[in-house]
């Protein structure tokens, strides 16, 4: 049997536990479809910045995040998870020059300080 790349091959011992707890019949078709116990999908976790712990304390889900860093150690990005086209963009200095003339700049710091720019 051809054995692909990241997949492990099961146990004689591994057989027994699947037989003996009653999950023989998926194991087999992990066996016909992968040759073995196939390699869990690559994830990247990024660590959480402290603006964003600062976020998380002020918009009240400081609970969730701890969680989460506890859990996997920051973001977990599926690399087939779809990503959001919307990026934020840092403001340009003009751009705070005109928000401090035109006076709406405490606007402008609430907006960066929610999204992190534009």
Do not use: C
Request: avoid cysteine.
């Amino acid at each position: 049997m051809l054995q692909h790349p990241g997949v492990e091959v099961f146990t004689p011992q591994e057989w027994w536990w699947a037989i003996r707890d009653g999950y023989a019949g998926e194991m087999m078709s992990q066996f016909v479809s992968h040759g073995g116990l196939s390699a869990v999908d690559p994830v990247t976790v990024v660590p959480f910045t402290p603006q964003e712990w600062f976020w998380s304390i002020r918009d009240g889900y400081f609970g969730d995040m701890v969680a989460e860093s506890t859990r996997n150690g920051g973001f977990v990005a599926y690399a087939d998870a779809p990503m959001d086209d919307i990026v934020a963009t840092s403001f340009l200095p003009e751009e705070w020059g005109m928000a401090i003339k035109d006076g709406y700049v405490s606007d402008m710091i609430s907006h960066y300080m929610k999204h992190g720019g534009l």
